[in-house]
């Protein structure tokens, strides 16, 4: 059996973001968006959110280049001088690995975006994380701890399957095979730390490898070999781009995609209904 999710991550970054997410849901296949907390657009965000009940909005913990809510002084070692987070990923994951101090300063900063999300009074309908960071083992722990004292929602595990992925797209083979090991590799451990903690996984996502290119063609490649079982695509529309976008990012081809004639012909020909996350598992 097949379910289907289609996700907008980011929401709340940009007001452009925004607006997009809610064109998706009210006028094509969005089904599902991902909201940073602490990002400049979130009350926005939030206004929207309340206006679509049938979005499932959740969780879109960001640890690196993006925001914190709690104040500096409280995670100074998360920080910069311009009160972002780390920008260099892989840099801040080792330190995160091995150094005490800034562990408990990431479990707390996800603490308080639990608790900043529960305040908006929006169902939590998912959890994941910028960059995928909630791969990290720190981090899945935490979540882990923490998300059953919020309704336990399903977390994705972003493992974009080999097979189904060369299948529909037939182009970059071994990019999408060394992504699949990697991928694979990260999520074994946290597929068992998640499912110890009683919390639902997804079991397929597309989009790791077309991150910012989720337009209608690659939409209708995915939806040509969805494999069985509950599967994510992932996007980033926009109705335009907006400052720090990486220049790589088509967010208006995406959004064209959410609310293409073609792309949704081709669900209902498959009797397809993108759900949300909580209604996937229910």
Known sequence: ??????????????????????????????????????APAVTDAVER????????????LTLVDGYPV?????IPDLVGADGRFSRHVVRFGIALFF????????????????????????????????????????????????????GSPP?????????????????????????????????????????????????????????GAMVERRLLQYLAHLPDGITELYCHPATRRWDNLPAHYRPEDELAALISAEVSAKLEAANLQPVSFRKAFS
């Open 155 to 211: 977390v994705r595990i972003p493992l974009e399957p080999f097979w189904h992925s060369w299948r529909a797209a037939a182009d970059r083979p071994m990019r999408r095979l060394a992504s699949w090991l990697f991928y694979a590799a990260q999520t074994r451990g946290m597929r068992r730390h998640l499912g110890a903690a009683g919390l639902p996984m997804n079991d397929h996502v597309f989009g790791v490898n077309d991150s």
């Open 49 to 60: 959110a309340r206006r679509l009940p049938s979005l499932g909005v959740g969780l879109h």
């Open 99 to 150: 150094l005490p101090k800034i562990q408990r300063q990431v479990e707390a900063e996800i603490e308080a975006q639990f608790h900043r999300f529960r305040a908006t009074g929006l169902p939590l309908d998912h959890v994941n994380g910028h960059q995928h960071f909630h791969m990290h083992p720190v981090v899945t722990c935490a979540i882990a701890r923490i998300a059953p004292g919020f």
């Open 1 to 38: 059996m097949k379910k289907l999710i289609v996700t907008a991550d980011d929401f709340g970054a940009a007001v452009p973001m925004n607006e997009a997410v809610e064109q998706g849901h009210r006028s094509g296949v969005l089904s599902a968006a991902s909201l940073m907390v602490g």
């Open 70 to 74: 709690l104040p500096p002084r409280q």
